[in-house]
């Protein structure tokens, strides 16, 4: 004999298949917790903890029990679950605020059933999307600074064709943003582009006449 206890050769030595799959969801970078029927936390993956910020001593509580107003554990997130394991179908939730170890990150949740029917598992995939969500949010600063800019401003894509204006551009050079954007636009607008292109740095461009 070598030693060792059996029971524990048993459990460490599931072979091939589970040791690969265990070692996926080990390295995954997205965040798993699986949910038994009567609501209790049994299992996590690292990327759980790491996501969430929350200790492992989570695991054996009965999720009811976590009474948070928002988060990884909010009313709503709880209600998934709750009709997830009743047999209802997958709950997606998009950008969580929650925290991490006192850092605010955004996720994206889903709450899937495990097994199939009333009486199964529920699985938790927490992504974190904190990157997305704050290029959103600089993208919807800068596109109300474009709007309420009182300088004429443009938008093009990459071969010069208007994909915006701006209300001053509308105000001072006397063209619609129907009028300037998009393919189809009006040749009125072609020639308006034109000249907008030859505008000298500084100038106040051409206006409609």
Known sequence: MNGRD????????????PTI?????????????VV????????????????TGRDPSILGSNFHDILEQDGTWSAE???AVDAVLAGGPTVSFR??????????????????????????EALLLLREVTD????????????ESFRTSTNPMQLTDATGVMIDVNPAFERIYGYSRAECIGSGRPQSCTSVCGAIW???SGDTGPERS
């Not at 038994?36 to 996501?51: D, K």
């Open 77 to 79: 997130i709880r209600a």
């Open 6 to 17: 059996p029971e524990d050769a048993t459990v460490k030595s599931p072979g091939p298949p």
């Open 198 to 200: 030859s505008i000298p």
């Open 95 to 120: 950008s969580v605020r929650a925290r991490a170890r006192q850092t605010p990150v955004y996720l994206d949740i889903d709450v899937v059933p495990l097994t199939s029917g009333v009486g199964g």
């Open 21 to 33: 799959a265990e070692a996926i969801v080990d390295r995954a970078p997205v965040g798993i917790a």
């Open 132 to 143: 997305r969500v704050e290029d959103e949010l600089r993208a919807r600063l800068f596109y």
């Open 36 to 51: 038994e029927a009567r609501g209790r936390i049994v299992w996590a993956n690292p990327a759980y903890f790491e996501t």
